[in-house]
T-cell receptor
Framework: DAKTTQPPSMDCAEGRAANLPCNHS???????VYWYRQIHSQGPQYIIH???NNETNEMASLIITEDRKSSTLILPHATLRDTAVYYC????????????FGKGTSLLVTP | NAGVTQTPKFQVLKTGQSMTLQCAQD?????MYWYRQDPGMGLRLIYY???????DKGEVPNGYNVSRLNKREFSLRLESAAPSQTSVYFC???????????????FGSGTRLTVV
């Protein structure tokens, strides 16, 4: 699986958009980009994933660059409950292999 | 749906004691996983089971054994607990299928284990 690089921490004001970057310059053509988050002491929660097209669901949007070497997770209107550690993971889909979590980005949403 | 259920939620063991962490999912998922998370760290894979009847080692398997009892249940056993195994343990599952798409992983709420 390709390695990812994320900033260790970020701040965002409540109500504003939170844009979390992720670099994955060695990503392969068949690897997906996954985003998870972990709210304090809870199990990680799936947010969104994509291959090369931008994706949107009820939680967030995922923007993947055309060369697929980086991506951005967007929380359009951050709330205090979005304070969490966000993990960007790339891996091949359609297999039983596990996700490789790094240290992620600790997002603090402030009032 | 309960999703992924882990038991117990908390446990304190003495060094050398054994115990089994239980995990069950009710989503008809094929693959199941055990992770550990140490303070301030990301999750590290211990063992996984891609499908019923198969298990494989992950990144940190030493000191652990697993059993995929059936499609629903995947247990993690510590034969002789050591203080270095003090951690939060998470079980996860996912529905996998052939092809280029996949689904999100569902995690349990964790078991907080302290070995003294």
């Amino acid at each position: 699986d390709a390695k990812t690089t994320q900033p260790p921490s970020m701040d965002c004001a409540e109500g504003r958009a939170a844009n979390l970057p992720c670099n994955h310059s060695t990503i392969s053509g068949n690897e997906y980009v996954y985003w998870y988050r972990q709210i304090h002491s809870q199990g990680p929660q799936y947010i969104i994933h994509g291959l090369k097209n931008n994706e949107t669901n009820e939680m967030a949007s995922l923007i993947i660059t055309e060369d697929r070497k980086s991506s951005t997770l967007i929380l359009p209107h951050a709330t205090l409950r979005d304070t969490a550690v966000y993990y960007c993971i790339v891996r091949v889909a359609g297999s039983g292999y596990a996700l490789n979590f790094g240290k992620g980005t600790s997002l603090l949403v402030t009032p | 749906n309960a999703g992924v259920t882990q038991t117990p939620k908390f446990q304190v063991l003495k060094t050398g004691q054994s115990m089994t962490l239980q995990c069950a999912q009710d989503m008809n998922h094929n693959s199941m996983y055990w992770y550990r998370q140490d303070p301030g760290m990301g999750l590290r894979l211990i063992y996984y089971s891609a499908s019923e009847g198969t298990t494989d080692k992950g990144e940190v398997p030493n000191g652990y054994n697993v059993s995929r009892l059936n499609k629903r249940e995947f247990s993690l056993r510590l034969e002789s607990a050591a203080p270095s195994q003090t951690s939060v343990y998470f079980c996860a599952s996912t529905r996998t299928r052939e092809g280029w798409t996949n689904y999100g992983y569902t995690f349990g709420s964790g078991t907080r284990l302290t070995v003294v």
